[in-house]
Nanobody
């Protein structure tokens, strides 16, 4: 029903910036994309939540990236962005887009979707 496609990853020097994008596509007329967010998984570590945003604009961001990363969302485009500034080597990870949806068809229920991930490498 919903496909998430990330883009914007790449190689950047410490202190640099990148903007990640994630677009949700599919037949979502009857689906409310309630929350979209970004997770990351660094080498040898578990996947962790970085930032999330609701359709109403409420955000939740991990302390490790507050002040450096900013999440935003375009509800009309069903797209979420992550502006990453002052990147550090420890930000190196695969970044995954996540979406939580709600629909009352055929019955009220939630669904969760994941993108395939985009690699961010921060290195001099």
């Amino acid at each position: 029903q919903v496909e998430l496609v990330e883009s914007g990853g790449g190689l950047v020097q410490p202190g640099g910036s990148l903007r990640l994008s994630c677009a949700a596509s599919g037949s979502i007329f009857s689906i409310n994309v309630m929350v979209m967010g970004w997770y990351r998984q660094a080498p040898g570590k578990e996947r962790e939540l970085i930032s999330a945003i609701t359709s109403g604009g409420s955000t939740n961001t991990a302390d490790s990236v507050k002040g450096r990363f900013t999440i935003s969302r375009d509800n009309a485009k069903n797209t979420v962005y992550l502006q990453m500034n002052n990147l550090k080597p420890e930000d190196t990870a695969v970044y995954y887009c996540n979406a939580i949806t709600y629909s009352d068809r055929p019955r009220p229920h939630r669904e969760e979707y994941w993108g395939k991930g985009t690699l961010v490498t921060v290195s001099a």
